[in-house]
């Protein structure tokens, strides 16, 4: 199965169902998926839906911050966010898996900012991180991995605060 590496905190976000949308300016998908008007081209040609591994880069996004401060999401909660997931060996790891359901050039969405716009579904965390070297765009991972489908109660409990409140409007 191919992974992709997303930084923290996003794919932390993606893995508890918060994030639907993953920003890249390169496109996925087979060229006669998008029709032969759209003028788009894929540059990895992967059969869509797919299902990746969600591998955490070694960086934490910090300019997240303002992205979040503007959803209405408490971002002092979310600068405790970083030293939690290095502690946890969440950074530099496959922490779970998703499905890439579409490529979009637009969206409804509040995460979406990209030029594409990958749809995400079925997310599953993993409640161990699997240590693993990412790289640039999608990569194979050469390994099974021993995996439970159950989020584990303590990250759904610290991410509370990523829960929508009736205040922001259109926030998922």
Not at 73 to 85: G, Q, R, T, V
């Amino acid at each position: 199965m191919k992974a992709l590496s997303i930084k923290q905190p996003w794919a932390t976000l993606i893995l508890l169902g918060k994030k639907d949308i993953e920003n890249r300016n390169w496109r996925i998908g087979r060229n006669d998926q998008h029709g032969p008007t759209s003028g788009c081209k894929a540059n990895f040609r992967i059969e869509l839906p797919t299902r990746i591994y969600v591998h955490a880069g070694k960086q934490y996004d910090r300019n997240c911050l303002e992205f979040l401060w503007d959803r209405g999401i408490n971002i002092m909660e979310s600068l405790l966010l970083e030293p939690y997931l290095k502690n946890r060996g969440c950074m530099g790891a496959i922490v779970g898996e998703v499905d890439i359901v579409d490529c979009v050039l637009e969206s409804e969405s509040p995460w979406f900012v990209g030029k594409y716009g990958f749809v995400l579904e079925n997310p599953v965390i993993y409640p161990n991180p699997i240590p693993y070297a990412g790289q640039l765009g999608f990569f194979n991972v050469e390994s099974a991995f021993n995996k439970s489908f159950e989020p584990p109660a303590e990250a759904a409990a610290q991410f509370k605060h990523y829960v929508p409140n009736k205040n922001t409007e259109g926030f998922r």
